[in-house]
């Protein structure tokens, strides 16, 4: 291991965190990710076990998870990873497809929600044009944010998670925590 | 006061309010104009044009006199409509456009002067001289017809918005709406079921007729406890649907906390943007008004509105109670005002119906076959002229309701240029059969006015909207209700010689519509403009139809031939704070940091707005006074020992695939097929009509992986071109894209002792210069184990190479390098230094890369490859491209202490300085510490030939003229020398 220290996409030591009434948001910086495309007529692989999503959808196991981002591309998820070669890991998993690594180009947010999901379903209604009704657990989407593109991905009917561009970590921290605190004052 | 017994109102709640500085009191369920009304309170407001006195017209969003400003400081807010806004206590309102007393305007002689103030007056009046218009003319007119005033200073209320969906959305909540909602409510449709007021049941709250034998508004409640109850439904009261748009999307305001004298942390209003799949419009009707003469007297009001305010807000809209009022009609539901009033303990005079057969409903007296003719009262209504059969009399009232029919709220079925269809039976225009796709209009809305007519409606509109989506609603039983007297006659307006308003807002009367008739503007969409009607905020509500019904009578043409000005939203005023939607000062748009951010802010670093990026523009040090200071330290630093710069902000794209060569060789017009693995190439793209369109390098990681550089202002731009490209132009190639710009941070370092200071921190990794030569780039690692990229490539002109790392190490390796680098000078520089390297050096940037220039231009026509296609390749070698002979040049001024000024035009000395003698311009200029001089460079007509020769760079927007001498691009190492070093 190196002997740099890494910090947060929002320049800190350790991950921000703050509860909303209901809603607790917390960074998540140890998601690894890395995109995996296939070629044409290439055989789906399985890596980490994970059978790859359809089109706005997510997958998970305990430790790994894919969420669909484009026609024969997914996101492949490494939890508490992120301070490893994931992608080589990714790499030596699905050896047809192309990886790269993208731990860094994105911040984490973790959305939970005390009240099983309705204050989810309200502070989404305020953040994306997405049917959150609709919008079950597994599902997955790209999708604008106060200007921002980021990844949502409604882990269960209690967690929510929004990935968004690293070096625009601050801009959506600031969105999803007023959004936030506006839906509990 | 002027209150009645009964009404909607909580009289346990009582409420204090100002009135202009006058302290008055209402009840909660009160609007501002019902409480107004209570306190005798007849005048509000002065009229836009003429000054006129004015109240009270209407009892909903369609009032065109009762503006006034709301609440003082910075939350003031002009032009509230008093009939929509809901008490509160501790209100502050007043009256506006008035100067001195409401009562005492002196800007009333208008009014005197109204014979020179007709339509189109200041067309007419103020023409010449044309200067006079922006100067004087304006301004004056602006001051003496105006609205409420702004307080000038920021808006300190916060905003927010949102997104909705749902299958069925019911805009509007009374009858046809409730049961709408019901309706889809109960078959398990998600329903957004909203209204503009604060509580539901629309025109039933006004009304005393009964509900399957219950007052109307205890069968609204149990509706409302049913909706409620139902998890498939939400409601939305105090919001109002203001503009239909694409694929069933609905803009909405919702009133957060407008009714609260604080926010308390709420904001003040949302903006939503619903996306329904279907929607029910049930937006109810407005009344209209018959002109007739000095019909815009305070105390002259709709007879619906008259009607509500007496049945839900127990009031009677009399200066003094116990003073007469009359109404004027030309069909039953004016009678049904004198009925309820009467009930009500109201004192009626009696009914002017323009019907000689006029019916009775009630002991009130009937003045058959009478119109108004004139009425009288200077701040109020004291007597009306009735003129019956050609005989005038004068009778004392206190308060005039006028109904002229009912005119469906069509509005919102008709945008997307829907356009309304007349109904003859109606007398009104209805929603049109090519309205908006997916919006069903319902009950009032479309011509079922009528209390049972509309439940009815409402039902079917729902059970449309159900089976359009394939869902099976469930049987309702649809309350009994009254099927009230509807019977009516065209009466369009009283004839006579003196002033009749149509548009109150606009001080537009039917003499106003007759001249714009006699001055040709017959087209409705010319007398609006002409005479300005339907133009003020409230959008012409209550007067559209009747001033073309005036128009219509005058060409002879009907109704319907005459036709309705073009609908568009908003449906009612709509604030600029919530359509900005919240976010205000450093939070208006979203910042991109680079990775070494907080480094630079410890070490005091000045940022730049870069596009969406905040960089170091620069590194102050104590002592340091001027910013220039600064930038000729850093420059020279980086010549003399090393420097690091984060360049993370150039664009990087990750490009794999057995075909990624052959895109790059499609995408840049020079080869990069054959880079070497192990190599990087400086590479040029261009637009699709041949000029240049972005510069960068591009590296050759492995044999089928590529990673493109981008500039930093176009890094999303030539992504998205490239993926274009890839999915649409060459689908049958194998190559993927993906853009890992954030995920890596990247530090230049340049300077003589760059590889020094990078041999202390790589992993075994042979960094010499021939083990790692100009233009190499490798994966290594370093700092003991952490994976990274270098890349052997310069911007500064010296040896340099630049260093990527996972972005989360970024801001350590920054320190890492200024603690190691100590000893050599390590500088850290912003993007002042970068600038003034590489104009130095010569280097292109987006100053050179206009989308106007070509490669040839910049002297790199050889890098448009021949041996191969690229996109714009062949349109680069077009006549008009190739014959373009201006090229890149340095610039240095004769008089060393002159300034060169990038955007100054180029000039041979002597000519005219004209467009046609024009030579070229300088694009970029600098301070350059290491020629001690300032230095530019350009474009130059046949530059490339003219080295040595003096050229005036002017720039006469600032006065500047200065001699320059041309010279070479490369002021520094033009052999490049350093680099390969």
Redesign the interface.
């Known amino acids: 291991?190196?002997?740099?220290?890494?910090?947060?996409?929002l320049?800190a030591a350790g991950p921000w965190a703050k509860s909303y009434g209901p809603l607790s948001l917390s960074e998540n910086?140890m998601l690894a990710l890395t995109?995996l495309?296939l070629?044409?007529q290439t055989v789906v692989p399985s890596p980490f076990g994970l059978t790859l999503p359809e089109a706005g959808q997510s997958t998970a196991t305990e430790t790994h998870g894919a969420f669909w981002s484009g026609p024969n591309?997914w996101m492949i998820e490494g939890y508490g990873l992120?301070?490893t070669?994931f992608a080589a890991v990714v790499k030596a998993e699905a050896d047809a497809g192309?990886v790269?690594?993208?731990?860094?180009?994105?911040c984490a947010f973790d959305i939970e929600d005390a009240s099983n999901g309705d204050a989810i379903q309200k502070l989404m209604?305020?953040?994306?044009?997405?049917?959150?009704?609709?919008f079950s657990p597994g599902s997955a989407a790209r999708t604008g944010l106060?200007?921002?593109s980021v990844f949502v991905i409604r882990r269960s009917q209690s967690k929510l998670t929004v990935i968004g561009?690293?070096?625009?970590?601050?801009?959506?921290m600031?969105?999803l925590a007023?959004?936030a605190q506006?839906l509990e004052? | 006061m002027t209150r009645l017994n009964g009404g909607l109102i909580d009289r346990n709640a009582p409420l204090s309010f100002t009135f202009n500085g006058k302290r008055l009191s209402g009840f909660k369920g009160d609007t501002l104009a019902s409480a107004l009304l209570a306190n005798g309170v007849q005048l509000v407001g002065r009229s836009f044009k003429y000054h006129r006195p004015r109240g009270i017209f209407s009892a909903g969003s369609e009032e065109p006199n009762a503006m006034v400003e709301l609440r003082s400081g910075a939350h003031q807010e002009p032009n509230t409509r008093a009939t929509v806004t809901e008490l509160f206590d501790g209100l502050e309102a007043r009256s506006q456009n008035h100067v001195g007393s409401l009562e005492r305007d002196l800007m009333a002689v208008n009014d005197l002067m109204s014979p020179f103030l007709s339509a189109g007056f200041y067309y007419k009046t103020f023409m010449w001289p044309r200067a006079f218009w922006e100067k004087l003319y304006e301004p004056a007119i602006r001051r003496a017809a105006g609205l409420g005033e702004l307080s000038m200073l920021p808006d300190p209320d916060d905003y927010d918005r949102g997104f909705l969906h749902c299958d069925v959305l019911v805009i509007g909540a009374g009858a046809a709406g409730l049961m709408a909602a019901l309706t889809a409510g109960r078959s398990g449709a998600r329903v957004i079921l909203l209204d503009e007021d604060c509580r539901l049941g629309g025109r039933l709250l006004a009304e005393r007729q009964t509900l399957d034998g219950t007052p109307a508004s205890d069968w609204v409640q149990s509706v409302e406890a049913e909706l409620k109850s139902l998890p498939n439904v939400q409601i939305m009261t105090r919001t109002i649907a203001f503009g239909t748009y694409d694929h069933g999307v609905f803009g909405a305001v919702e009133q957060v906390s407008d009714h609260l004298l604080a926010p308390n942390g709420k904001v003040r209003q949302t903006l939503w943007r619903i996306t329904s799949k279907r929607a029910v419009l049930a937006a109810g009707a407005t009344e209209r008004h018959i002109p007739f003469a000095n019909n815009d007297r305070p105390g002259i009001m709709m007879a619906g509105a008259m009607r509500a305010y007496a049945n839900r807000w127990a009031v009677a809209p009399v200066k003094r109670a116990g003073d007469g009022i009359a109404i004027f009609t030309n069909n039953d539901d004016g009678h049904r005002t004198a009925v309820d009033l009467m009930a009500q303990g109201a004192k009626v005079l009696g009914v002017i119906d323009v019907r000689d057969d006029a019916p009775c409903f009630g002991e009130y007296r009937v003045f058959g076959g009478g119109t108004i003719t004139d009425t009288r009262g200077r701040h109020g209504l004291t007597a009306i002229e009735v003129t019956q059969h050609g005989s005038s009399t004068w009778h004392k009232v206190g308060a005039l309701g006028v109904s002229g029919g009912w005119n469906p709220n069509v509005h919102l079925a008709s945008h997307h240029r829907g356009r309304p269809e007349w109904d003859e039976n109606l007398l009104a225009f209805v929603p049109g059969a090519n309205g908006p796709v997916g919006l069903i209009p319902a009950g009032a809305a479309c011509g079922q006015g009528s209390t049972a007519a509309a439940l009815a409606d409402g039902v079917r509109a729902a059970k449309d909207a159900l089976s359009q989506l394939d869902m099976t609603a469930t049987e309702i039983a649809v309350p009994t209700a009254e099927n009230e007297a509807q019977a009516q006659t065209a009466f369009w307006h009283v004839p006579g010689a003196k002033r009749a308003w149509v548009d109150f807002q606009n001080d537009v009367t039917v003499k106003d519509v007759k001249l714009a008739h006699q001055e040709n503007m017959k087209p409705v969409e010319h007398l609006k403009r002409w005479t300005t009607l339907g133009m003020a905020t409230d959008q012409g509500k209550t007067s559209n139809i009747s001033a073309l019904a005036v128009m219509a009578e005058l060409t002879g043409k009907s109704i319907p031939e005459t036709g309705t000005t073009i609908f568009r939203p908003p449906y009612t005023g709509v604030s600029m704070g919530v359509l900005g939607g919240g976010d205000t000062g450093k939070h208006f748009r979203p910042h991109r940091l680079t990775p070494s951010n907080t480094w630079a802010t410890e070490q005091g670093a000045v940022f730049v707005e870069v596009g969406q990026w905040m960089r170091a523009q620069y590194f102050p040090k104590a002592g340091e006074t001027h910013w220039r200071q600064t930038v000729d330290r850093e420059a020279l630093a980086v010549r003399s020992a090393v420097g690091v710069c984060d360049v993370t902000t150039l664009g990087k794209i990750d490009v794999q695939g057995a075909d990624a060569g052959e895109f790059l060789n499609r995408i840049y017009s020079n080869m990069m097929g054959t880079l070497a693995v192990g190599k990087t190439r400086y590479g040029l793209m261009l637009r699709e009509e041949g000029t240049l369109y972005d510069d960068g390098t591009c590296a050759r990681l492995g044999e089928s992986h590529y990673v493109v550089t981008t500039t930093t202002a176009n890094a999303a731009v030539v992504y998205r071109k490239m993926e274009f490209a890839r999915q649409c132009l060459w689908p049958d190639l194998d190559v993927n894209l993906i853009s890992t710009t954030d995920a890596w941070a990247q530090f230049a370092v340049a300077g003589p002792k760059s590889r020094e200071l990078l041999s202390r921190v790589v992993d075994d990794f042979d960094i010499s210069n021939e083990g790692f030569p100009f233009m190499g780039c490798a994966e290594l690692t370093i700092c003991k184990g952490l994976r990274a990229r270098l890349f052997r490539i310069s911007f500064s002109g010296e040896l340099a190479y630049e260093l990527a790392v996972p972005a989360r190490y970024g801001n350590a390796l920054m320190e890492r390098l200024m603690e190691l680098g100590e000893d050599l000078g390590v500088t850290p520089y912003g993007t002042e230094t970068l600038g003034v390297l590489r104009i130095e050096k010569g280097h292109a940037t987006g100053n050179e890369l206009t989308g106007q220039t070509t490669a040839a231009m910049l002297g790199l026509g050889r890098m448009v490859s021949k041996k191969k296609d690229s996109i714009g390749a062949v349109l680069s070698r077009r006549e008009g491209l190739e014959a373009d002979r201006r090229r890149l040049v340095g610039f240095k001024p004769v008089n060393a202490a002159s300034e060169v000024v990038a955007g100054a035009h180029l000039f041979t000395k002597g000519s005219a300085q004209t467009t046609e003698t024009d030579q070229g311009w300088v694009t970029s200029a600098c301070y350059s510490p290491h020629l001690g001089c300032y230095i530019g460079l350009g474009y130059l007509e046949d530059g490339d030939t003219r080295k040595g020769e003096t050229v005036i760079a002017s720039n006469p927007l600032q006065g500047q003229s200065i001699e320059v001498e041309v010279v070479s691009a490369h002021f520094v190492d033009p052999e490049g020398e350093r680099l390969r070093d």
């Open positions: 291991m190196t002997d740099l220290s890494p910090i947060t996409a320049g910086t995109s495309s070629p044409a591309q992120a301070e070669d192309y790269t690594e993208q731990t860094d180009g994105w209604q305020k953040l994306v044009n997405i049917d959150a009704h609709q106060e200007h921002m561009m690293r070096t625009l970590a601050g801009a959506l600031h969105a007023t959004a506006r004052a």
